[in-house]
């Protein structure tokens, strides 16, 4: 045998050797986490604080497990009371997509190397984030099944649940929320943070997972929490059909036409925030009531409302009249920006696109997604491996395979409104951005007006709006103002030690 073919042979032995390269596995670890310490300054105050990276268990009613979720947990450092500190558990959406976005973008120590609008710069990275939250809250994002290093488990024979199956375990609206609220438990109680002030944050679908968790939380687990944040909500089960799911896209239509210099010189002149109100009150007023009327508008009131509707979305009255008043949004990603042979993106319409031809009823991909996925991917896997020291072959999911997902009985915007009820410590705070078409900002506003129709807990629920996207806190400007609404919203909702969670008589 030559020394080149012993060599050869030597290298293949050492690589396939069940102890080579112990952290570059493909084999997920069940049960572990990892500790590194860390120094930052948030709003020109430094500190210390560690980063636990990990995997915890999902288990059945068997005590067995069947998943592992992948998590990050901040907490700073020298803190003299931990049970007085705020613990924040984050969670994105989907349904499918990893804790990536408000990880390194929003609310962590770190966030994308962008430049002040949100859009990637290189090197790809991270940079400190000057607004983090960190300063006042401890925060845990977490990865749902089959997101970021999150997966299924086989059995203990070694073989996978059937996809019928998975679905039955993890892969719904309440199979999501039930898992999840036991995993809570036992983080919490490995962690010993029960004593702690708790607030779920959910962004996008994940609006539907924290809605739906506050009150399984409550309810199974005896945990209860001081707030709830919804970015960017989904509709939460709180239906928005018929005129109203057409009537509420026109204030976002407004945004993005001001934003892109299509409107009138009377309206481009002002500023957003004094024209958003006036269109909010034509669209609950006016605009509202004759889409309800359908085919039977006269043929004078539906010329009025079509010129009105023109005249706040930057689009042609016969492009109005042409939709029966009814624009939907792709199509107005389309035609607000055709003269110009351009497209705007549907979770920020700042974003802006080419397609292969002008003609068409709808952009050919989604401006804002391709330029998002073009800065986080790279910033989150050199993240976690090069500054957390989370070493795995795995893949890191962007977006993980979780279809078909179950939607149906969907009440978690009512059991939302139930968790408040039970509990008067209990307040929610909704952050949405404008120029965002997927979950636009009037939507929001519109379910959070329903969330509770007897108007009784309207004191315990808020609104922010931003001057961006669905990921407000791209944009610097947003990133220091959302981060400080969260503060705020904390300072408001923690009672003193004297103020019970009581409602008191009305005599």
Do not use: C
Not at 232 to 240: A, V, W, Y
Request: charged share 20%; aromatic share 12%; proline share 5%.
């Amino acid at each position: 045998m030559t020394i080149r073919r012993i060599i050869i042979l030597s290298s293949l032995l050492v690589l396939l050797s069940p102890w080579a390269h112990a952290e570059f596995s493909r084999q997920l670890p069940i049960d572990e986490k990892n500790t590194t310490s860390h120094s930052t300054k948030v709003n020109g105050k430094s500190f210390d604080y560690t980063a636990t990276t990990g995997t915890q268990p999902v288990w059945d009613e068997q005590g067995k497990p069947i998943a592992s979720l992948f998590y990050t947990y901040y907490q700073r450092s020298k803190v003299k009371n931990r049970a007085a500190r705020p613990l924040l558990i984050s969670f994105n959406g989907g349904p499918g997509s990893a804790s990536v976005w408000m990880h390194v973008a929003y609310t962590g120590p770190k966030v994308l190397n962008v430049d002040s609008e949100g859009f990637p710069l290189q090197p790809y990275g991270v940079k400190t984030n000057e607004f983090s939250i960190l300063d006042t809250a401890d925060i845990v994002f977490v990865n749902p099944v089959n997101t970021g290093y999150s997966r299924v488990l086989p059995d203990a024979d070694g073989k996978m649940p059937s996809k019928e199956q998975q679905q039955k375990m993890f892969f719904g609206v309440n199979a999501d929320v039930k898992y999840l609220a036991e995993w809570i438990n036992t983080f919490v109680s490995r962690n010993n943070r029960w004593q702690s002030p708790k607030y779920l944050i959910g962004e996008s679908y994940g609006t539907t997972r924290v809605s739906g968790l506050a009150l399984e939380l409550q309810a199974r687990q005896w945990m209860y929490l001081n707030g709830v944040i919804l970015v960017s909500p989904t509709d939460i089960g709180i239906k928005r059909d018929g005129p109203v799911k057409a009537a509420n896209r026109l204030p976002y239509f407004a945004a993005t036409a001001w934003y892109h210099k299509a409107l009138s010189s009377e309206l481009q002149n002002r500023d957003l925030l004094e024209i958003l109100p006036e269109v909010e009150q034509f669209t609950l007023e006016q605009y509202l009531p004759a889409l309800a009327k359908g085919g039977f508008i006269s043929a004078e009131e539906k010329q009025r409302i079509a010129q009105q509707v023109a005249h706040y979305s930057g689009l042609s009255v016969q492009t109005v009249l042409a939709n029966n008043l009814d624009i939907e949004a792709s199509y107005f990603w389309k035609e607000i920006l055709r003269h110009r042979e351009q497209t705007v993106g549907r979770l920020d319409s700042r974003y802006l696109g080419i397609d292969e031809k002008v003609s068409g009823s709808r952009p050919d991909y989604n401006a804002e997604l391709t330029s998002w996925l073009h800065s986080f991917t790279p910033a989150i896997n050199y993240y976690l491996r090069e500054e957390l020291n989370y070493k795995t072959d795995i893949k890191y999911n962007m977006f993980g395979n979780v279809h078909p997902w179950d939607r149906s009985k969907n009440k978690t915007g009512e059991n939302l409104r139930l968790a408040m009820a039970q509990n008067p410590y209990l307040n929610v705070m909704v952050q949405a951005g404008y120029y965002d078409g997927a979950t636009n900002y009037f939507d929001a506003k519109y379910t959070l007006w329903q969330l509770d129709p007897s108007g009784k807990m309207r004191d315990r629920l808020s609104f922010k709006g931003y001057r961006s996207g669905h990921m407000m806190y791209l944009r610097y400007q947003d990133l220091e103002a959302s981060n400080q609404d969260i503060r705020d919203f904390m300072q408001a909702t923690l009672p003193n030690k004297t103020t019970p969670a009581k409602y008191h008589s009305k005599h």
